[in-house]
């Protein structure tokens, strides 16, 4: 892993696993559509099984109850090749292991090739690895429709983090998830803290200030705000494309009024994050 990202975690000597996850156990055990496998093949160098904390790695507690089982948390890395699909490829690796994962995507074009992928002995060479990084975590809880059976609730993913030439923002964020400013009273608590770091984290994109809790705002709430002012991005987006392409006169002054209408409501919905 990173070494400038490794010192920010301050993950425990114990935790310390280094295990390949090879790509065919998620071609074996995972739902893949063709298009997902032709990203895990080709833009994903190694995956590997970093980090474990578990009751024996680092003192935090086992949480289950009839909706959850917290057991440990896993820190994936995930090297990859390209970076174009890396928010699709976080979504298949999430859902395809069980329990809750910390995944860091590395960007490094030096990754291992296919010829080497089956290779065991992979996980001890040296790579040479770039300072663009991107975490990701998904709380999970157990299928109501499958007994035994764990779904993804919801994906927390961020953009490309430059580590060489971080922001005040990218910076905030990256120290409040040192492990000693996380709860650890059990694995629950644990990875909600992390999910509330990213929340905070995609807010500031919006606000442009890194606050990891707000007095005005319930988290729930501000997860659903956060919802809206994606929606409205998204509007914005589609918007802009079409706009791009019109040639009328009159549909591109409508088209802009329209992009001017929702960029207002976004400021407005944003200044309660």
């Not at 310390?16 to 032709?38: M, Q, W, Y």
């Not at 790579?127 to 927390?156: D, M």
């Not at 990256?174 to 990875?191: Q, R």
Request: with cysteine.
């Amino acid at each position: 892993m990173n070494e400038i990202l490794l010192s920010r975690f301050g993950f425990p000597e114990a935790s310390d696993l280094g295990k390949r996850v090879f790509k065919k156990h998620f071609f074996e055990n995972a739902t893949l559509t063709p298009a997902d496998k032709k990203s895990l093949q080709d833009d994903v160098g190694t995956i590997t099984w970093q980090y474990t904390l578990k009751p024996s790695t680092i003192q935090i507690k086992p949480y289950t109850d009839e909706q959850r089982e917290y057991l440990e948390v896993a820190v994936l890395e995930i090297t990859l090749r390209s970076p174009r699909n890396y928010k699709r490829l976080a979504e298949v690796i999430h859902r395809a292991i069980p329990y809750p994962l910390l995944l860091v995507f590395i960007q490094n074009s030096e990754a291992g090739s296919d010829e080497l992928e089956d290779d065991e002995n992979l996980e001890d060479m040296p790579r040479e690895t770039e300072s663009k990084v991107a975490l990701s975590v998904a709380p999970k809880r157990f299928s109501q429709a499958e007994k035994g059976a764990v779904v993804v609730e919801e994906f927390f993913t961020t953009g490309w983090i430059d580590l060489e030439k971080i922001s005040d923002i990218e910076q905030a964020f990256l120290d409040t998830l040192n492990l000693s400013n996380l709860p650890h009273t059990h694995f629950l608590a644990f990875y909600s803290a992390l999910m509330d770091r990213f929340i905070a984290f995609d807010c500031a994109s919006l606000t442009g200030k890194y606050l990891l809790g707000n007095e005005e705002i319930s988290q729930e709430a501000r997860r659903q705000q956060l919802t809206v002012c994606h929606e409205l991005e998204g509007k914005i987006i589609k918007l802009r494309a079409i706009l791009r392409k019109e040639d009328q006169f009159n549909r591109k002054v409508e088209l802009n009024v329209q992009i001017k209408q929702l960029e207002k409501q976004l400021q407005k919905e944003s200044t309660s994050l």
